[in-house]
């Protein structure tokens, strides 16, 4: 199980991947990868595509997104997905390689492969991956065998450096908080386990002895050391290292560890005095004030993390880390690498006092810019801590000494150069603390008696760091990478090419490594930004402002280096492989030099503690003198090799270590980091793509795009992709190769894309995903068959299944009709009946129940489980808590018993330190003494000093007399090598001749003719061979003599150098009598200064006395107030007695006739009284002489005290005296000490320098010696070989007549020869010059002297292959002799040639070089020319986007106008449709008014013939019928006609209105629209035709500019031919001319910056001053407050004692009346009342005062900080002073040497006018054709730039016009928004016309129903008439007309009042 677990993180399962859904999906959508802001790449299917633009569909959003063409990268198939070699990707960009590394990180796969690379990426959690389980799964195996791991890694180098003997090296890179620390312990712990498991049953038992014999044990054990002393929390990472490390692991030649080493890089030692938020220093120091006991408290004087200034955050806890645990962890460690208590105590004690540094405060003096260390309680515990004296110190620190010239002075720091001093001082202790636990972890690891045959090196250093703002040490740790990654492209593609050649593949080489070599130079070659820091290191005014304009005018033109934008906040930038970094050089001169106190130094290299020492002895730093101005020669010889900057070693370092890996097989680890929120799980694209970046992982992939990174086995690509080739392998067998052969032909590949090789097949990248996507249409194809089929089967078989269930069916109806016909069957129902009866079907109850009770008890039975293990734990938890409070219970008890002891230890120090006091003032008497004796040696101490100097100067010139001889021999030297060279190519000729002899004895072996001629011509050959020889001969003597001289030279050499080794030890012995000298003198200085110190210790001591003698005294007062109390209390006890006594008196009084008995008790009871009355008065009187007593005792033991403070303070006078003379003197041997030193170094670095020089000439002597016994030997073996073809000569002189006929075809042969010979002539030449080249350069000789050697053996094989063939020319020489005499001829022909040829060939070589310098030259010059074309071709694509835009703009102006027309169009329509049913509307209107007019008329006529009827009574019987039916249509017709004519006159009113108002707003926005929209047009074609305008314009000027253009470009190469001529002198003049410029272009620069400097001095001085004022002013305003505070308590101090003494008076008085105590009872609680009163009062004058006195502290300490404040601004302003009167003295000095230079150029510069006034001549005349040409390139120039301009100002225009048509489209936009809103006004108010018309619908609904009930009642009354009640109707209906009349005389024409009417009637 547990082994399923580790692989669930280590493999993938396939199921998954080869998933067919998935690869069906991506065939079908076509997913491609897009880019995403925050996801860095997303999937989305490609949907359409438009020229360079294709829509794309998001898969996460379903969003529809247009990218460009070159944007989208194509995504794998499902197949790669999760593959573990990111290398087998056929698409390999950055997309998939970042979807790979989170699909596999989610899977919790955190290995992946990517080529030579293995990418990790740091889980964050805790993955079961590293057991020993694993390390044995991947003991042994290949790569390809396991999944990715580091164990992978790390066994694949272990099992090549034992198979190959090759050295190997892992390197791990990456960021902080990326795993590089994790990942280098589990290398280290799986090479443990595989080193040492042959061995590791033998060990039982373990100890820690037994831990430190074992090798591999030490080895892990190391890490936690370098971890606590070398790691920190940063904001990426809780256990950071803070520095770079190489362990090197070597191995026997069994495999077993036999040994190890680590080499350090770039300790971030800044991090000990400084942390931002959140972040810790280094662990050690959190360990150690958590984990050390009170006793080592006390002993390393560590105190609370809270008190430290250097730890900023003070104790900050990891979470999950306990220190105090770890800093056990780390002292065991440490003692199993050998490390005793005494080594670790000392690293102790310099971790405390790294702390203590901080600790240090400094203040400024008021009057002068001396800081000042008022408390020394700090310096004293760390000169306890390091063994220093305090003093010393302390001077050191304060007042330090320099040199200046030849003599040393004090020189007074301010607050901050101690500050920053002290902060140095802490830095460089750590550092070197740390490199000695290095080296005493590297000696524990070397084990001399098992020597290594192999190593393994573990690199683990910080990757490719870009923050916004980089420093120094980023350009130090990305100046490694940069080497890094040219190792790892060199070797990648090694690798990869060697595979290529294994397969048997054409494949030209590249090496990429040279792509980062232009980088890499700019960082570190001469010249270059490191060297460039160098230099301005040694300057003394030098400033981070002059590197950056060094680097500047240096490096303006490498196309690596860049200036950067004026917003930005860097000085420079370098564009490295990951990209533009930007570099600020802020305080880069301090971080290269690193410099530290040297008087410090110095003390600590002479301390007492051995291991102080140890640390320091080979420091060799940077002083505070290498700031200080040189100003003599010496100074400056003796300072310049003093030191080495932090960029020379560290460049050193890195190429020590690049070398190692160059030597080695190096495996490449890349470590990531996912997020910054340290969170499982989350992948952060944007910062993986980075990382992906710097740490060469995408630029390895781009390596690979180069060549063919996709390789299948054939087996398997056979395998895979048959099914694209069907019928192109037949059945049977056939080899892999043609098969795959036939495949490729089959499926009409591109031969680029793609090779065959041995074993596999390569492809380019993207081919495999073509092949991938056609084989998923083929399988597609396949399965839809196949789907087909397997369709068809299943219904088939659903087809069976139905038949099936209609059988079944059957069965059942059979089944149901026989139960039908037995369900009435009685012997059936029997039996029903019974079955329930038999017990067989109890059973099955029984066992349910018995089931049911079972589970209840065991539930019952878990419950009770359940509960009994509760009170378990609850009973162990309890357990727990009472073993903890007993604990703390104990605990509680020994601090008690410790506080007890520390009160008696204090008593005991009390007494010893009064005893000391007494001895030391007796001791600084005898140190006076002393003191006298040390002036006068300090006098001999300066005698002999100023001899040690004039012999130094001695020395001086006799080093440069050496170096005078040196030059001389060096040119000796020069001449024998040119002679050696002339050798050499004598013997290069020789060499050649015998070539051409042998090449024309093997031609003339098939033609010669005649033997005669061929023995003449032989014997000719053989008088010029020995003719040769003899040349020869005199050569090799010429050399003897050259060597002889050699040889004298040599000796003389010899006995000089020994002269000088003489007198160097004569010096050494000189030094060392001086140096015992010295420390004599400073054991008895450090003698004095202690007892100095032990007297200043014995006074602090003494002071603490008295502060406890006063508390002593406030004791006593306290105990002085508690006997008030006690008093107070028995006179209460006093006056109850008093009250029981007058009590008893009343009582006696009232018995006076009482018994004996009474009058007895009454005397007992007054004896009593009187006894106790005495006990008062004695304790009363007691009490006074006590406080007496005590008074006098205060006031003597005050006086005591003040005595002895008077006392003390004038010791501490005399002392301090004492102090400052012998500081002085001690300083002034130091200085001695220094020069003695410098002079020493000088020495030994002048003999070693001589020793070299010695060592390379004793080296190029034996060189020539060798080479002249290789060229004595190459002329015996030429003379043997010419004797051999002498004899062969004269052999074939017998036979050469025979071959007289073949001259014609050899002198075919012969022009062939002369061609061969020139080529032979070309190589020589070619040699020639490279091997003058090798002797220039120094640097590469030993490579070179490598090739000749390679070169000779060469020659060698030749000369043995000659020899051969010679054996076979003497087979065929007997045939061959017949042409000798024309051979003869015709190389006599050929050397007159061969002379004519090589005078030309010299020729054409000079000229070619000259032609070369021109071509570089002229290079440049197109290099930038293409420059500006491309930035050109950039402004006009910018000009062009710009068009696009426009023209966009313009579009969209037409498209708002066009729509714009339309909805014109619209209202216009809509007007006319309105107006139109308006006009209809009012004719519909005219209509109804004329038919309501005839019906008005009409209904007139009806009424009045109505009313002559009913006025006729005669006839109305007659005429009732006919009145009802007239009456009925009638009424109807005018119902309806008021009803339509109501509903016409509102329409027409609605309408009208409607109308009107739509007539007057169409009316008033059609006319706005016109005119708006007129002017608009006339606008908007005025811009179009301006822009089309200036368009025409742009496209002429644009075709002018590449016709000039090409016209330059044509000028261009015509001037080449001409100018290349010129180059090289122009370029010499050019050379002198730009360094005479540039070095007064520095001076005016210097001055210029110098002026500036005094500038501002003086502003700063001025200030200073008016602050200086201010704060005066601040100080006396103080004061007086002051002042006035301290009159206010000395009143109220006055007060208080009016009122002690007003209370000792009281006191008295009761004293003296204490026997009147009875008459005067009331009068004293009165007076006691008084007292409180005035105790309260006195109480409350306390408290005032205290609160004065407080007061005046704060106030005290506010002018303390005043004038410190003061005193620092004076001293600012004294310095500021100062620094302009050093300024105005550079300045003076600068000009002088200005002057010396001018005079000294002057003198060498008449030298080279002399030689260049010739030159000059021919260069002037050039000078002026090429001023010429110059001026016409520009003008051409100014012409471009003006067009150049007002393309610009064109462009400025164009933007103008865009702004302005925006402007315009929002106001058409707004005035469109008014008409929309104008026509939505309308459309509401037809709305609510509408509204209306619905209105007078509804009354007309209301009219109808009423006209309804009026027919009903006319019904009624037709019925009533029926029945003949005609006089009632007649009667009705005249009140009915009459109530019609009264209606209509109303206004009412409505027929309800007549029909209301007659219903009431």
Known sequence: MAGEIELKYLTVDKKVVNDPTSQAEWSAKKLVWVPHEIQGFCAASVKSEKGDEVTVELQDSGKRVIVHLDDIQRMNPPKFNKVEDMAELTCLNEASVLFNLKDRYYSGLIYTYSGLFCVVVNPYKKLPIYTEKVVELYKGKKRHEVPPHIFAVTDAAYMSMLQDREDQSILCTGESGAGKTENTKKVIQYLAYVACSARGAKTSTITVQSLQGELETQLLQANPILEAFGNAKTVKNDNSSRFGKFIRINFDTSGFIAGASIETYLLEKARVVRQAPTERTFHIFYQALQGTTSQQKKEYLFEASNMYTYLSGGHIPLPGVDDSVEFASTVDAMRIMGMNDDDIASVMKIVSACLLFGNMTFKQERNSDQATLPDNTVAQKVCRLLGLNVTDFTKALLRPKIKVGRDYVHKAQTKDQVEFSTQALGKALYERNFKWIVSRINRSLDRSKRQGASFIGILDIAGFEIFLMNSFEQLCINYTNEKLQQLFNHTMFILEQEEYRKEGIVWKFIDFGLDLQPCIDLIEKPMGILALLDEECWFPKATDKTLVDKLMTQHSNHFKFCKPDIREKADFQVIHYAGKVDYCAKNWLLKNMDPLNENVIQLMQNSSDPFIVNIWRDATIVGMGATMSNDTAFGSRTRKGMFRTVSQTYKEQLSKLMVTLRNTNPNFVRCIIPNHEKKAGKIDSLLVLDQLRCNGVLEGIRICRQGFPNRIVFQEFRQRYELLTPNVIPKGFMDGRKAVENMILALELDPNLYRIGQSKIFFRAGVLAHLEEERDLKLTEIIVLFQAQCRGMLARRNYQKRLQQLSAIRIIQRNCLAYLKLRNWPWWRLFTKVKPLLQVTRQDEEMHAKEDELKKTKDKLEKQEQDLTELERKQQQLVEEKNILAEQLQAEAELSAEAEEMRVRLAAKKQELEEILHDLEARIEEEEERNQILMNEKKKQTLNVQDLEEQLEEEEQARQKLQLEKVTADAKIKKLEEDVAVIEDSY?????????????????????????????????????????????????????????????????????????????????????????????????????????????????????????????????????????????????????????????????????????????????????????????????????????????????????????????????????????????????????????????????????????????????????????????????????????????????????????????????????????????????????????????????????????????????????????????????????????????????????????????????????????????????????????????????????????????????????????????????????????????????????????????????????????????????????????????????????????????????????????????????????????????????????????????????????????????????????????????????????????????????????????????????????????????????????????????????????????????????????????????????????????????????????????????????????????????????????????????????????????????????????????????????????NESKERHVASKASRRLEKKLKEMVIQAEDERRHADQYKEQVDKVNARVKGLKRQLDEAEEEVSRANAGKRKLQRELDDQMEANESLSREINQLKNKLRRGDTSRTSRAYSRRMAADKDAGSGGTDSPDASLADEEDD
């Open 988 to 1824: 290069a000729k020789t060499s050649k001749e015998k070539k051409t002899l042998e090449d024309r004895l093997h031609e003339v072996s098939n033609h010669l003719a005649e033997e005669e001629e061929k023995a003449k011509s032989l014997s000719k050959l053989k008088v010029k061979h020995e003719s040769q020889l003899q040349n020869l001969d005199d050569k090799l003597r010429r050399e003897g003599k050259t060597r002889t001289d050699l040889e004298k030279l040599r000796r003389k050499l010899e006995a000089e150098i020994s002269d000088l080794r003489e007198q160097i030890a004569e010096l050494k012995q000189q030094i060392h009598e001086l140096q015992a000298q010295l420390a004599r003198r400073e054991e008895e200085l450090n003698i004095a200064l202690a007892r100095c110190d032990e007297e200043t210790a014995a006074k602090i001591a003494t002071q603490k006395a008295l502060r406890e003698i006063e508390n002593q005294l406030q004791e006593t007062q306290e105990d002085l107030e508690s006997e008030k109390e006690a008093r107070n209390k028995a006179e209460k006890h006093k006056r109850d007695l008093s009250e029981e006594l007058e009590a008893l008196k009343s009582e006696l009084e009232d018995s006076l006739d009482t018994t004996a008995a009474q009058q007895e008790l009454r005397n007992k009871r007054e004896s009593e009284l009187n006894h106790l009355k005495k006990t008062v008065e004695q304790e009363s009187h007691t009490h006074e002489v006590q406080i007496s007593e005590m008074r006098q005792k205060h006031g003597g033991i005050v006086d005591h005290l003040n005595d002895q403070l008077d006392a003390i303070k004038r010791a501490k006078a005399t002392i301090d005296k004492t102090k400052q003379a012998m500081e002085a003197e001690n300083i002034d041997m130091a200085n001695e000490i220094k020069t003695l030193g410098a002079a020493k170094q000088e020495s030994e670095r002048k003999r070693k320098v001589l020793e070299s020089q010695n060592q390379e000439y004793n080296i190029r002597v034996s060189e020539l010696d060798r080479v002249k016994v290789e060229l004595q030997d190459r002329l015996g073996k030429v003379s043997n070989e010419l004797e051999n073809v002498t004899v062969q000569l004269e052999e074939a002189e017998q036979k050469a007549a025979h071959f007289s006929k073949s001259s014609s075809s050899l002198e075919a042969q012969l022009s062939d020869i002369q061609e061969s010979l020139s080529e032979e002539t070309r190589l020589k030449l070619g040699l020639s010059s490279k091997l003058r080249q090798a002797e220039e350069d120094r640097e590469n000789l030993q490579d070179q002297l490598d090739e000749e050697e390679e070169a000779r053996k060469g020659l060698e094989k030749q000369v043995n292959s000659l020899n051969s063939h010679i054996g076979d020319l003497k087979k065929k020489c007997e045939e061959d002799n017949a042409l000798i005499d024309n051979l003869e001829d015709g190389k006599k022909k050929m050397g007159k040639d061969m002379e004519a040829l090589t005078g030309r060939m010299e020729e054409v070589q000079a000229h070619n070089d000259k032609l070369e310098k021109s071509k570089k030259r002229l290079q440049a010059e197109v290099d930038d020319l293409v420059v500006n074309l491309d930035s050109e071709k950039a402004r006009l694509t910018s000009l062009e986007k710009r068009q696009r835009k426009f023209d966009q703009t313009l579009n969209e102006e037409k498209a708002q106008k066009e729509r714009l027309m339309q909805e014109k169009e619209a209202a216009e329509k809509e007007l006319r449709d309105r107006e139109t049913k308006i006009f209809s509307l009012t004719r519909e209107l005219d209509e109804m008014q004329d038919s309501m007019a005839d019906i008005e008329r009409n209904y007139k006529v009806q009424k009045s013939e109505l009313e002559d009827l009913m006025s006729s009574k005669d006839d109305v019987g007659k005429n009732v019928h006919e009145l009802e039916k007239a009456k009925r249509a009638l009424d109807t017709q005018v119902g309806e006609m008021r009803a339509q004519l109501e509903e016409l006159e509102d329409e027409l009113q609605a309408t009208e209105d409607a109308k009107l108002r739509l007539e007057v707003n169409m009316q008033a926005a059609k006319t706005n629209y016109e005119r708006e929209l007129q002017s608009k047009e006339e606008q908007n074609e005025e811009k179009r035709r301006a822009i089309l305008r200036q368009l025409r314009e742009m496209e002429a000027e644009l075709e002018d500019e590449r016709r000039q253009r090409t016209a330059a470009v044509n000028a261009k190469k015509k001037l080449e031919a001409d100018i290349h001529d010129l180059g090289g002198q122009l370029e010499m003049a050019s050379k002198v001319k730009e360094d005479s410029l540039r070095q007064l272009k520095k001076l005016q620069a210097q001055m210029k910056e110098y002026m500036h400097d005094l500038d501002e001095a003086k502003q700063g001085k001025d200030d200073m001053a008016h602050l200086a004022k201010e704060n005066e002013r601040k100080n006396k305003s103080l004061e007086a407050e002051v002042m006035q505070l301290q009159e206010e308590l000395a009143s109220a101090q006055r007060a208080c004692k009016h009122a002690q003494s007003e209370r000792d008076e009281l006191a008295e008085e009761l004293n003296s009346n204490s026997s009147n105590r009875n008459m005067l009872a009331d009068e004293k609680r009165r007076l006691e009342q008084r007292i409180q009163a005035l105790e309260e009062d006195l109480e409350d004058e306390q408290n005032t005062c205290e609160l004065l006195a407080d007061k005046e502290r704060k106030l005290s300490a506010q002018v303390d900080q005043m004038s410190a404040e003061l005193s620092a601004e004076r001293s600012s302003a004294h310095r500021s002073e100062n620094a302009r009167i050093m300024l105005e003295r550079q300045n003076k000095e600068l000009k002088a040497k200005l002057q010396e230079l001018e005079s000294s150029a002057k003198t060498r510069s008449k030298a080279v006018i002399s030689q260049l006034e010739s030159k000059i001549a021919n260069l002037e005349e050039q000078l002026e």
